[in-house]
């Protein structure tokens, strides 16, 4: 300390210059120092705004997001299942005088066999003589041997006797080929590659081993393609009724086509079912498709913009607004998120309730809900307050998810609520996304599309399959109808 005065003091004995140019360079320091600083601050900022932003990560899974379960990572361990379904008090498994379905004995079962007593088991004399009393009945069910069944076509050969002009019978339509495979075995691969979702070389190698009948990739592939083709009236009249329907799902996933990320779009309802790919998710695909841009009724979706391009009533998914609830609930302790998550469950219930004994809510019951929705508003206000702080970058200040998800419950109410008002729009946006996932499983099984036409073909057959299911309709038989020029037409109730 005695060193630094004597230096401080020996500058002021040379005199005032000496001095100002000691303070400017101690105030540069100092500038130099508060800089510095700033910026540190600046970077533990943006490094604790990343740290939140990679932790949120971390915990979003199935359960509070829209990722799917397979993609569920568990770190130290699986936390605790916090499911909204409560406990019935039923004990497990099947309850009472529920119909079973135990193998039961036939009448008059197809063979018999006769397991004969030839001596007594006791003295061993001869029973062969002895009349029978009984028979204690076991039953065996199985299939029988799966081989090909031939049959030949013989067209009729006549030669006239009066003028001598050769004259031969015509073959049906259905025979064109000296020699050829029939209906059943062509609507089997396309069951198979298209229902079933087995590759084209196992499902020949599957008609190999059971039916014993080699079959080639490019047989099942024209099969297919035969069927798509017989499908393109069914598909026009799919979509005609879609357009006419009160409530369509629709819904897109991403799907590999020619080794790029492109796009299925699907648009359903309990009876019907619409698939078709394309290059984009936006308006463009939904245009090409065709229904959307002629649709009048409501649209149940998950809030994929686009959507609200065309003019037509929206309903939003609830079941992906209460996984984002949840996220804001669990990450950002929000009471207005979990009271939000509270009052959508319970507007269900009543909903379904009044579908059970098929009337309607009452008004004085939907303004309680609308007043309830409002107040939940007013707390998510409060605990998001509009953020101030200017950004250096252009454009809107950036807002926390939270924020985010309350603008849209802010601005969305009536396409939120729009289930409660109108009992024929369901409260999520499961049809469409059921009809999805067996698309995502076939990618998984049989891996891309090697080019857009491939992808076409399955798209209308599987939008077939999926409308016959949803009508109960055996599909091995829908198919083959199919094929035959017959496809199956559902009718709008």
Same mark, same amino acid.
């Given at each position: ?10 500058v ?28 540190q601050a ?25 990722k ?13 299942t ?25 009448d ?27 028979h ?6 199985d ?8 049959t ?7 030669s ?21 495979y ?26 190999a081993?059971? $039916?014993?009948?080699? @079959?080639?990739? =490019?047989? *099942?592939? #024209? ?5 798509? /083709?017989k ?9 005609n ?41 936006g ?20 809030f ?7 003019? $037509?009533?929206?309903? @939003?998914?609830? =079941?992906? *607004?209460l #996984? ?5 609930? /669990?990450?950002?302790d ?15 219930k009543s909903?379904?309730q ?18 309830w ?24 200040t ?16 009536n ?6 008002h ?12 059921r ?37 109960q309709v055996p599909v ?18």
């Amino acid at each position: 300390m005695n060193t630094k005065r004597k230096e401080i003091l020996a500058v002021y004995e040379q005199g005032p210059e000496a001095v100002v140019t000691l303070v400017t360079t101690l105030y540069d320091i100092i500038a130099e120092q508060q800089r510095i600083i700033e910026l540190q601050a600046a970077r533990i900022t943006e490094l604790e705004e990343r740290v939140k932003k990679l932790e949120e990560q971390l915990k979003k899974n199935s359960r509070n997001s829209s990722k799917p379960p397979s993609t569920d990572v568990f770190i130290n361990e699986k936390p605790k299942t916090k499911s909204r379904r409560k406990k019935s008090g039923k004990k497990p498994g099947g309850q009472k005088d529920h119909p079973g379905t135990t193998l039961r004995m036939v009448d008059v079962p197809d063979e018999v066999i006769i397991h004969k007593v030839h001596k007594c088991s006791n003295c061993e004399r001869s029973l062969e003589d002895i009349e029978v009393k009984d028979h204690e009945k076991r039953q065996v069910f199985d299939i029988p041997p799966i081989k090909l069944q031939v049959t030949e076509h013989r067209a009729e050969i006549k030669s006239c006797p009066h003028c001598g002009c050769k004259n031969k019978a015509t073959f049906s339509e259905k025979v064109k080929q000296p020699t050829q495979y029939g209906l059943r075995l062509a609507s089997l691969a396309v069951y198979l590659h298209d229902y079933q979702l087995l590759p084209y070389e196992r499902s020949c190698e599957l008609r190999a081993d059971v $039916c014993g009948c080699e @079959i080639s990739p =490019a047989t *099942l592939a #024209r099969a297919e393609k035969t069927c798509f /083709e017989k499908l393109e009236d069914f598909e026009q009249q799919i979509k005609n009724f879609l357009i006419e329907s009160p409530v369509i799902n629709c819904d897109e996933t991403g799907m590999r086509i020619e080794g790029k990320r492109q796009w299925l779009h699907v648009a359903s309802t309990n009876k019907m079912t619409c698939y078709y790919p394309h290059q984009k998710r936006g308006s463009e695909a939904m245009n090409v498709m065709g229904i959307l841009p002629n649709f009048n009724g409501t649209v149940v979706h998950d809030f994929w913009k686009s959507y609200y391009k065309y003019d $037509c009533d929206h309903s @939003i998914c609830n =079941a992906h *607004l209460l #996984r984002e609830l949840t996220s804001v609930s /669990e990450n950002d302790d929000q009471l207005w998120s979990k009271a939000m998550n509270i009052l959508l469950i319970d507007v269900k219930k009543s909903v379904d309730q009044i579908r059970e004994m098929s009337g309607c809510m009452k008004p004085e019951r939907i303004k309680e809900f609308e007043d309830w929705y409002g107040q939940i508003i007013h707390i998510g206000i409060e605990e998001n307050p509009q953020l101030q702080a200017k950004s250096k970058k252009r454009g809107r200040t950036k807002q926390t998810t939270a924020k985010n998800l309350l603008d849209r419950f802010i601005g969305y109410k009536n396409d939120i609520l729009r289930f409660m008002h109108d009992l024929k729009v369901p409260f999520e946006n499961n049809l469409a996304e059921r009809d999805v996932r067996m698309m995502k499983v076939q990618q998984k099984i049989s891996g891309t599309f090697r080019s857009m036409q491939g992808a076409l073909i399955f798209s209308r057959v599987r939008s077939y399959i999926s409308t016959v299911k949803k009508n109960q309709v055996p599909v091995m038989d829908a198919i083959r109808n199919a094929i035959a020029g017959m496809p199956f037409i559902p009718t709008i109730v």
